[in-house]
């Protein structure tokens, strides 16, 4: 059973040769690198522009977008200067050349153009594998563990059990 594993990714998105790049205070990160890992497994993947808070109502994104001093940007602030991208999907996580896609169960492609949208905003990308229950129930069973949890409530509903009758005064 693959573990648990969460990723958060926070600033200023910027691209160098075929590198996607956040920039914070916390340093710089590749974010494929990133994201890599969880390619293949089922996810939540969320990414989404991130303007300063309070946002500011006269500038592009609320603040968030680099580009209005160049009178465009590719996520199309200068047509809607107030929208923010927010695109948050579940499935299982592939890359198709330089997109990260999600693919649904049901057979839909979510495609998220990450350096499209992030590239020059103050942005955010979080993923996180999905459990999935089933697994994990058999892999208790398997390792005997669900006998232990069902040990482990006998004996908590027998300390409880114990607990009232002390409160009450009542004796065994």
Same mark, same amino acid.
Request: proline share 5%; hydrophobic share 40%.
């Given at each position: 059973?693959? @573990?648990?594993? #969460?990723?958060?990714?926070?600033?200023?998105?910027?691209?160098? *040769?075929?590198?996607?790049?956040?920039? $914070?205070?916390?340093? !710089?990160?590749?974010?494929? %690198?990133?994201? /890599?890992?969880?390619?293949?497994?089922?996810?939540?993947? %969320? %990414?989404?522009?991130?303007?300063?808070?309070?946002?500011?109502?006269?500038? &592009?994104?609320?603040?968030?977008?680099?580009?209005?001093?160049?009178?465009?940007?590719?996520?199309?602030?200068? #047509?809607?200067?107030? &929208?923010?991208?927010?695109?948050?999907?579940? +499935?299982?996580?592939?890359?198709?050349?330089?997109? &990260?896609?999600?693919? $649904?169960? *049901?057979?839909?492609?979510?495609?998220?153009?990450?350096?499209?949208?992030?590239?020059?905003?103050?942005?955010? !990308?979080? #993923? #996180?594998?999905?459990?999935?229950?089933?697994?994990?129930?058999? %892999?208790?069973?398997?390792?005997? +563990? /669900?006998?232990?949890?069902? $040990?482990?409530?006998?004996?908590?509903?027998?300390?409880?059990?114990?607990? $009232?009758?002390?409160?009450? @005064?009542?004796?065994?």
């Amino acid at each position: 059973m693959d @573990g648990f594993r #969460a990723l958060l990714v926070e600033g200023v998105f910027y691209k160098t *040769d075929s590198r996607l790049l956040c920039a $914070s205070d916390r340093g !710089v990160v590749d974010v494929n %690198a990133m994201l /890599s890992p969880l390619q293949g497994q089922r996810v939540r993947l %969320a %990414a989404h522009h991130l303007p300063p808070n309070p946002p500011d109502p006269t500038k &592009w994104g609320g603040g968030c977008c680099l580009w209005e001093q160049t009178g465009r940007c590719p996520a199309g602030h200068h #047509a809607r200067p107030t &929208w923010l991208f927010n695109l948050s999907h579940e +499935g299982i996580l592939v890359q198709d050349g330089a997109t &990260w896609v999600v693919e $649904s169960f *049901d057979g839909t492609r979510t495609p998220f153009r990450l350096e499209e949208m992030l590239v020059g905003h103050q942005a955010r !990308v979080a #993923a #996180a594998t999905v459990l999935d229950l089933e697994k994990m129930r058999d %892999a208790l069973g398997a390792a005997g +563990g /669900s006998d232990e949890v069902e $040990s482990l409530v006998e004996r908590a509903n027998d300390l409880h059990d114990l607990l $009232s009758r002390i409160r009450g @005064g009542e004796k065994k």
